[in-house]
């Protein structure tokens, strides 16, 4: 697969694929192709009953450093048109990215403003070393974060998301992980330690409850917790306790086996 791509590698691991952001000139900022690849490479690895849990990372000193210079210049010479084709193409890949059926790991290192805040947020998790740097750095542009703003809205909240959404600070990576950015913040010779723990935990859960997880949560967030929730909920947990996969896994735990998906 990694072939294919000129601005991406794709690793493999037994069930665990990594994607490499590979424009370490350029701090593996994005453009037209490195957006178009991404997106592609995220349906592709989706639809690959083969893995079970994808990483995004970002090889060379830094994760992603946001859009490339070149791009957003090229952006001010187009049209308000040919603008919102350009947004409606990385919004696009962003929610190909968040609506991914299987867990995605963040493994940020360096800086990551912008939009390598964005695509740091819209995986499932994040890990962070102690030397990375997030924020949403376009108010010093002129511009603002629209396209990546549901993404970190639903990191941090809309009470950080004012601050920093005006004031473009710098978040370092402690900060980044009080107010959620990241889940796990560790020395940089351990990320790489850290995010295979992770995934090795991710690999024992039940793919199938892992995609309706998933999907539980984006239907219920922000919701009351009225009747209509309440019923909602039930019937996620009563089909998926008919499912096979549920079936096996609570026999497998009383028979004290491994269950099939772990085989």
């Known amino acids: ?27 593996n900022a994005f453009n037209e192709q490195l957006i178009q690849e991404l997106a592609t490479a995220c349906g592709e690895l989706d639809s690959d009953p083969e893995v079970r849990v994808v990483v995004l990372a970002g090889r060379g000193k830094h994760f992603s ?12 010479e187009k049209s308000e048109a040919e603008n919102l084709a350009d947004a409606r193409s990385f919004a696009d890949m962003l929610r190909t990215l968040a609506e991914m059926s299987k867990p995605t790991i963040a493994r940020v290192h360096g800086a990551a403003p912008g939009g390598g805040t964005g695509l740091a947020v819209a995986c499932d998790m994040a890990v962070a070393s102690d030397d990375a740097f997030f924020g949403m750095s376009e108010a010093k542009f002129g511009i603002i974060p629209a396209v990546i703003s549901p993404y970190v809205l639903r990191a941090i909240g809309p009470r950080h998301a004012l601050r920093y959404f005006q004031s473009a600070e710098r978040i370092p990576a402690a900060r980044a992980l009080q107010i959620g950015v990241v889940g796990d913040v560790v020395p940089a010779d351990q990320l790489d330690a850290c995010v295979a723990a992770l995934a090795e935990v991710l690999l024992t859960c039940g793919p ?28 996620r947990i009563a089909r998926q306790r008919a499912t096979d996969e549920a079936k096996d896994g609570v026999a497998a735990f009383l028979e004290k086996r491994s269950p099939a998906w772990l085989l």
Not at 214 to 234: F, M, Q, S, Y
Request: charged letters at 30%; a positive charge; hydrophobic letters at 45%.
């Open 1 to 27: 697969m990694s072939g294919r791509y000129e601005t991406l590698e794709i690793q493999r691991a037994g069930k665990l694929a990594t994607i490499w952001m590979n424009r370490p000139d350029v701090f």
């Open 208 to 235: 199938k409850a892992q995609r309706a997880a998933k999907e539980l949560v984006a239907a219920i967030d922000g919701r009351p917790i009225d009747a209509a929730v309440r019923e909602e909920t039930a019937q």
């Open 65 to 76: 450093a946001g859009a490339d210079l070149n791009w957003m210049r090229r952006a001010a």
